[in-house]
């Protein structure tokens, strides 16, 4: 089997040529709003923003710091300027169902004119309808009903008066009303001398008293309904006169709203309702006590309440909220306290989000619009049925039956484009039946791109109109190139950089800073190195404590000398954005046993279901090298030393593996080297994450206690194209100091590990004796042969032992 061989220092970092650039500083570079390495979330967005068919609303999924945010607002800001203005929207009073307000569509800018229309047709109605009932001809007609009523009053009396003088009564007019009295010689009879007349004279007079009563009694019947008809004479005249009157304010509006048939009948209403309320128009100066003046009540009832106005918007409206509440994107009826009694009235209906974009575009946090109750059933609801409805959340979830208002619902015309993780896309995907239905499109933005000389170009542009953006100093060509390998790390391959652009920009603005203290007028590379290295400098508490106690054998780490069933793995720590290595004691035990590998971790519940599967893997490995056609008698146990805050992750179980084979081998391992890699159950090595932070983790530590040239850490070969390390890495490297090993499989590791050699199994199917493999399966079969003896002890004279008969069966 070939010798590993360490890693050259070429392949520990790929540099950044500053030659490639043509320029001198990204001063020199032109202006650019392209997007870096997004090429199918682009098309995404621009397919998803351009397609007007329902549904078709957009989920921009990536990680936090892409551009989503950048690339969504870039591209609508630019649609929708050339796209049209949308109606504005308002409510108004409802005189029909004053519940249901009615809500209006108007031309752009339009609504707010029309409200400080209606506010002065109020105060303009104030002023002419006592005017017109102040004049001349106006009182002349009034008196002229009262006159004509009158007349014919006093005429049905007259009548009256001269059928009973016809009869030799009159007509008399007292304080207590009206009374007939007979007449002699033209006089009126005294009582005395009407009983000194005849009965049968009297009788007659009598008579003749009690049908005149009657007519006089239908005459004064007559009197309510005659007044009545004054009342009615005079409203009309009022009506007539107030109409007369308001007819040229309302003309001059309809002709203002005359495409606007909605509008034109609101006016109508409005109209109507005005000279229904004339009187109490002409009587405003005395309100009744505790009440409005009739002047409030109507400036609130004809008041226009915009609910959204363009005025001063060019092109559709694009709008972003921060924190999507149910009522911020619907909209709410608020309530006044007036005497201790909540009131409202369509003059408190308040606009959401989804009428301020109605006509255009909004933006939403995907995960803040979930954590806020009812709010995402609020915005499916509007989306399904295209229009929005106002009600509160009470109503909404049935909750309460109070009586409140019930706006007219505005048809909704929107692109919504939500914005979050993938992990919250898949879900909505899976759980929510609707999702899929309302949210057609998705733009995926990529993690990383292509590391290459076009990209290397982009990467110097996107720097460049950063520096301009935010006013930094611009970077050189040493800078570029440092900031690009940098992206490449935090990539994680060197065959590609990060489209992380918020990481990044907070790299440039760091170096920016170190810039001006050290009085560059350019960036330089040492400048983002130094903001590099402050940033870890900031972040480095916990690591450096977690370093000193090994090195005060706190936690114990050997990095000399061999061990028996001992090696150090790597694990990875990550704290907010900082991400460091460090060593880990990993020790196994053996014994005769039934063939089991006991992961200690997790027998007490501190390991992870992926590290328990590792351990599964590389038992299966065991078995199938060591025990497909012999008994397996392995008892093993796997532990973490001094790991008091759980294991997770695969990882590790190459290193697992490597120390149970020294176990059972009784082989030691050199504890120089430190191992990272997962391993399948057929031994070969598999690609790990965290490779960078795990070598230099190691390296720190041999480098505290002093590099002898025999320290190294062995990786899977699969992760060499990952490798971007530090420099005091490669330069150890460079020297021979320390050293990084490629390795393909378990039998490849274990040589180097161990110095013995792993052992290919002959055709005899026996393996070399004085090899690992060899060593194990003698241990292994010795194991069984122990245990065939226990299970037959031996008599003295070598015959196998009878078995002992057990009572009663």
Known sequence: MNQLKPLPPTALYRRCDPTQFPFTSTADLPSTQEMLGQDRAVQAIQFGIGMRHEGFNLFVLGASGTGKFTAVSQFLAQ?????????????????????????????????????????????????????????????????????????????????????????????????????????????????????????????????KVTQLQEALNQIMQQLPQWQREIQQRTRQLNEEVAAYAVAPLFNELRQAYHELEEVVAYLDAVQHDVVDSVEAILNADSPSPGNASIQEVLERRYTVNVMVEHSQNHGAPVVYEEQPRFHTLLGRIEHISQMGTLLTDFTLIKPGLLHQ??????????????????????????????????????????????VSLEPEPIPLNVKVVLLGERMLYYLLCAYDPDFEELFKVAADFEDDMPRNQDNNMAYAHLIGELARKEGLHHFDTTAVSRVIEHASRLAGDTEKVTTHMQVVTDLLREADYWAGKAGRELVAAEDVQQALDAQTRRAGRLRERLQEAILRNTILIDTSGEQVGQINGLAVYALGQQTFGKPSRITARVRLGKGEVIDIERQVEMGGAIHSKGVLILSGFLGARYAAERPFPLSATLVFEQSYGGVDGDSASAAELFTLLSALAQVPIKQSFAVTGSVNQHGQIQAIGGVNEKIEGFFELCQARGLTGEQGVLIPASNVSHLMLRQDVVAAVAAKRFHIYPMQTIDEGIKLLTGMEAGEMGENGRYPANSVNGRVVGRLEAWAKQQQEFANPLRENGSAAPKQKVPGT
């Not at 303009?124 to 009523?149: C, H, M, W």
């Not at 909004?362 to 929005?388: H, M, S, V």
């Open 79 to 207: 649609t929708a300027a050339s796209e049209p203005l949308p109606s504005d929207w308002c409510y108004v009073y409802n005189f029909d169902q004053p519940h249901k307000p009615n809500a209006l569509q108007m031309g752009t800018g339009q609504a707010g004119q029309f409200s400080q229309q209606m506010k002065q047709l109020v105060h303009t109605l104030f002023n002419v309808i006592p005017a017109a009932f102040s004049s001349d001809e106006y009182q002349s007609r009034r008196k002229g009903i009262e006159q004509s009523v009158r007349e014919r009053e006093k005429q049905a009396l007259e009548e009256l008066k001269e059928q009973a003088a016809a009869q030799g009564i009159t007509l008399l007019q007292t304080p207590a009303g009206f009374a007939f009295a007979p007449l002699q010689d033209g006089k009126v009879i005294s009582p005395d001398a009407f009983m000194q007349l005849p009965k049968e004279e009297q009788a007659a007079i009598e008579q």
């Open 357 to 402: 974009a109605n006509g255009g575009y909004l933006i939403l946090d995907a995960r803040k619009l979930l954590l806020q109750p009812y709010a995402w059933e609020g915005l499916k609801l509007a989306l399904r049925n295209q229009e929005i409805r106002i009600e509160s959340l009470g109503q909404m979830v049935s909750l309460i039956s109070t």
